[in-house]
């Protein structure tokens, strides 16, 4: 298992490095000029040249490189563009307030897909499981606009349970955003749900088809006992994975929800350095992005090699 995990380390560090310069020469070949974006269109052709300079945008690119990983990995994130004010701060709110998000979500999201993929693959080609795979397909097939603006028109107008804005204070704690989280939540979740789902129910039906599944009823264990202790072990496998990659994308890929209900997570403020071509604060968001998927993807790693110590050979 050590040896499994050194290796999963280095093929991450590895990752993350390569990624790294692949953020570093997207964002130095976007159009446009940072310094000209700072000073405004009406600055002087002096003015810019010497600001760039002073920013290090005349140094070549594998300076700018090193130094920028550099500051990144000491802490020294920069100052944002557009509002002069430092990155490493802002970023971590709004890391805050995706990873509250992402917690409501995955709270409600995974015990209910397990429990509809689970209920289903027991009774596979059941009313039950029909009625769980079409519903589910059809809500995942809705857009995360329309199925953010329905829940708004619900539950937020028609019957005034949550606010229709999530847009929390600054120093809000996880007990006073919490009414504000539940709308985006249920909406990522409806997302989420039919992916977690249906795994689950293929791995359950195939688990049941297994020798040591009827090896154990004839020992006299109960359904519910096999379903509990032999079944899920192996049937959730699979679902680990789609897990923690959903993990990533709660924290960091919620862009549409968050315009949706105006709340000021970390896909939002992406799309607000890309729109004001802010190259520090979009190269900072993107490289903890990837990050957050990194690490999720490796615990994912170190679960399935847990619970299925054939993967630590492979």
Known sequence: MSRYVVRR?????????LTSMIIFLITQV????????????EAGEQAVAQ???????????????????????????????????EIR???????????????????????????LGVWA?????????????????????????????ILIQ???????????NSSIPVDATFREALPMLILPALTATFVLLAYIARLTRAGVIEELKQPYVRTARLKGLTGSTVTRKHVLRNALLPTITVIAI???????????????????????????????????LMQAITLVTV?????????ADLVYAWLNPRIRLE
């Open 121 to 149: 693959g027991l009774r596979e080609g059941k009313p039950a499981d029909g009625v769980i795979s079409v519903s589910s397909l059809a809500v995942v097939g809705l857009p995360e606009f329309v199925t953010g603006l």
């Open 51 to 85: 600001l760039r300079e002073e920013l290090g945008l005349n140094d070549p690119l594998v300076v700018q490189y090193v130094r920028w990983l550099g500051n990144f990995i000491t802490g020294d994130w920069g100052t944002s563009y557009s509002t002069g004010t």
């Open 154 to 164: 619900l539950f937020a107008q028609r019957w005034p349970l949550f606010p229709p």
């Open 291 to 299: 990050l957050i998927f990194a690490f999720a993807n490796l615990g």
């Open 30 to 41: 976007l159009p446009g000029d940072p310094a000209r974006v700072i000073l405004g269109r």
């Open 9 to 17: 380390l280095g093929f991450l560090l590895l990752t993350l490095l």
């Open 246 to 280: 959903s993990i990533g994308w709660l924290i960091s890929g919620l862009i549409v929800i968050e315009n949706v209900f105006n709340y000021p997570g970390i896909g939002r403020a992406l799309l607000f350095a890309i729109d004001r071509r802010d190259l520090p």
């Open 89 to 115: 701060p802002f970023v971590m709110q709004r890391l805050r307030n995706s990873m509250m998000l992402a917690i409501v979500a995955l709270l409600i999201a995974v015990p209910l897909a397990v429990f």
